[in-house]
């Protein structure tokens, strides 16, 4: 006996996620610490490791935590507030008002930890962040357990997060230093667009992301209306613009890429740019549709976001690839476009590999890190069980994610989170309804 | 007091549906019978019915049961047992397969209580079937105490169902009369598709449809390779074959509706047909997209259905009218087609009204059917409430279903259905898969 904390997890059936399609049927994740030790045959257990804790999980599957690729997590307080709009109108008369009478430490704080609950409701386990006060946004899902990416927002406003360009470099660069030694913390520069982004800030993202080796997290091609925009004022359409500023690498997440020809896949590929899908927020905002069976076939690396809950409304993973493995199909003709274990794939490694950390995240491996979700199959929604991974892709509901762990620290227990006062949280984004929804014309408000 | 049941409902809000938009905070239901009588603000509620039975619901919304216009129930069976494939392909090697060696009564009847079940957990109070053996669906469902509309299948080929087309009549025709007296079951024509029933099948079928008062539910331009097809083999599209054969009318339920032109949606506006879509079905066998947003500016009345849980998988409308909102959008280019309060009402009241029952279901009013779900929007993933129809449509999962009554009897309480035995038509699904399962090649079977 040590001092070391092990364990291990009996489930009906274990989704390791690599390789690609395989189901493990009666089979343990032995845990240690934070990682992953050994997945072996439940049978095969007692005489591995005699005496073992084991937690039975009986008709659940085991599958790594689930990444959300996209998110402005704190927007979860304006859900709802303003849909079956225009962009222009949507942005200008109500997400962009709502934003400067109310954002704040406060309304990020709330926000924040309404989406990080949403997320382990939901078996997520680490989302890619973009919004303002990042440093609230760490602090809140460095308590809470779950790992977040935290965007370091660079755009040419002022805001009440900073007033010009260097004062967003400078606050970004705090917010690394503050939270660099944190395991569940990593840091990404987050340049808003190409259209509220200068060449300069570019480039010294450019620099400064090489020299602190984080991602640029930016959206890119969300609409075609972009294209013409850049022409104009740069002369240059946006992906050649990118290229030129060296920015198209490994290195570059690319949000949205709605507007892509053949040859612009080619250069994405070619780059090994990786493309993060939202298939939800671009069809209710209208923005077009990223052509992601063209862009796997061509070898890049496609993960999923979900976006804001003001543009979505859900922050829900598996309903994201869900839409995103049908909307493929219909979108390329080809029913065999995105399969599930592609979609899943995409919520799951292909996404760590986007942030850099597919050696520690993303597939259920011994030495990575012990971020599991289980879920629930016995349902009659998902009954009969001819297919684990279909299932998972085209029939689970969230509401079937039942147990969460997170660098092998459990954070959700039969759907109720174990570091996370629920009470509080919808108590305060209740509070925030009646704030920002007397400011706002709703006529069905709450 | 008199020997009348009458109870209340009283609701955080109430959304009518008629009118379009509404959403009525505080308000209760009254039921009579199987009878909505009044709606009125709560406060209000014991005024007028001194010591009337009323049940609480707290963060709840109301709303019509919802419609399922396309459902192939007893297909549950094969949920996930092939996916991802073209079309040919899932059908003659896996779909028609499977029916061939296990369809029939015992088949019909599991599948169709395991489809039930699943509606019920989900605010489905009505579905309109297509389906072998629908003597055993209709039992099955009256058994149940939910309503639907029973197909009666007419193809062009030989089943275990009936062997010729003399003998669909004759054994639809005998359902039909067995079923004529019950309040919850009504019947529907159901011919296959323009490609699988011929010319003399489709006039007999509208002779009998309009004697007997019933619809003709009927798969129409599902792909548009329907439209080669019909002009090698009868010299003119589906869609003018079908206005040859005087089939073109509000009894017609037409379903899929891909391949139109704007030729086409005008003469489906002008001749009253009825539009059912199908969008994830749709999707994930890349048949093609309904233009939905084109029908709705012609004035078309479109309805949704799930189809069958072989080619969903599941049958979730609220799930299915969040992808039709959101793909309309996509589909059109426009954020503004299709609104939440629009896509609600295709699983309501355009519903009750292609079935010709909008007298009596559909909306919440005086007078009609008490069938009526109850949504508990006091989840996190609901939260803030700024729009309860946008959080229906956009933020809302089926699980959020707590509650269900149909013609006033309640079927469904805090998610426990009461007229069904889980435990036996999950281990009969379960039978089911070991059968099916073992005859099929699935590396991931349970």
Chains 1, 2 share one sequence.
Not at 38 to 51: N, W
Not at 220 to 246: C, F, H, V, W
């Amino acid at each position: 006996m040590s001092g070391i904390t092990r364990f291990a997890l009996s489930a009906s059936w274990v989704v390791p996620v690599e390789p690609e399609g395989v189901v493990l049927k009666d089979h343990s994740v032995v845990i240690e610490q934070d990682r992953i030790v050994e997945i072996l045959p439940t049978t095969e257990l007692d005489q591995r490791y005699p005496g073992i804790a084991t937690e039975s999980l009986d008709g659940h599957a085991l599958l790594p935590g689930l990444i959300n690729m996209h998110a402005h997590s704190a927007m979860t307080l304006m859900r709802g507030l303003a849909d079956d709009l225009q962009l222009s109108v949507w942005l200008n008369d109500h997400i962009w008002p709502a934003e400067q009478r109310w954002m704040g430490p406060e309304y990020v704080h709330d926000g924040t930890q309404l989406a990080v609950l949403e997320y382990l409701r939901g078996g997520i386990t680490l989302f890619n962040d973009n919004y303002f006060f990042p440093d609230v946004t760490a602090a809140v899902t460095s308590q809470s357990g779950m790992r977040a990416c935290i965007g370091l927002p660079v755009i040419n406003f002022p805001t009440v997060w900073a007033q010009n360009t260097d004062e967003y470099f400078a606050r970004g660069l705090e917010v690394h230093q503050a939270f660099k030694g944190e395991q569940l913390i990593s840091t990404a520069f987050a340049p808003h667009a190409p259209y509220s982004v200068d060449n300069d800030s570019f480039l010294r993202i450019r620099k400064l992301a090489e020299e602190m080796d984080v991602p640029i997290h930016l959206h890119l091609l969300e609409t075609a209306g972009e294209i013409a925009d850049s022409e104009r004022d740069y002369g240059l359409k946006p992906l050649a613009r990118m290229q030129q500023l060296n920015l198209l690498d490994t290195r570059l997440l690319a949000v949205h890429m709605t507007a892509l020809n053949d040859a612009d896949i080619e250069t994405v590929a070619r780059h090994g740019v990786n493309v993060v899908h939202c298939p939800e927020s671009n069809l209710k905002l209208a923005s077009g549709i990223c052509p992601v069976a063209k862009l796997i076939a061509a070898g890049v690396n496609v993960s999923v976001g979900t976006d804001g809950a003001a543009s979505n409304n859900d922050l829900d993973l598996l309903g994201e690839i869900r839409t995103a493995a049908l909307l493929a199909k219909g979108f390329s003709g080809d029913p065999e476009a995105v399969p599930a274990s592609a979609a899943l794939a995409m919520i799951t490694i292909n996404a760590a590999r986007a942030l850099g950390m597919e050696a520690q995240l993303g597939s259920l491996l011994p030495g990575k890190q012990a971020d599991i979700c289980a879920i629930d199959l016995s349902a009659p929604e998902t009954q009969p069980i001819h297919n684990v991974i279909s299932h998972l892709v085209y029939a689970t509901s969230r509401q079937q994610v039942q147990h969460v762990w997170v660098a092998g620290r459990r954070l959700l227990k039969n759907r109720e989170p174990l570091t996370l006062d629920v009470d509080e949280i919808v108590s305060n984004a209740r509070s925030w309804q009646k704030r920002v929804g007397k400011n706002h014309a709703s006529k069905a408000a709450g």
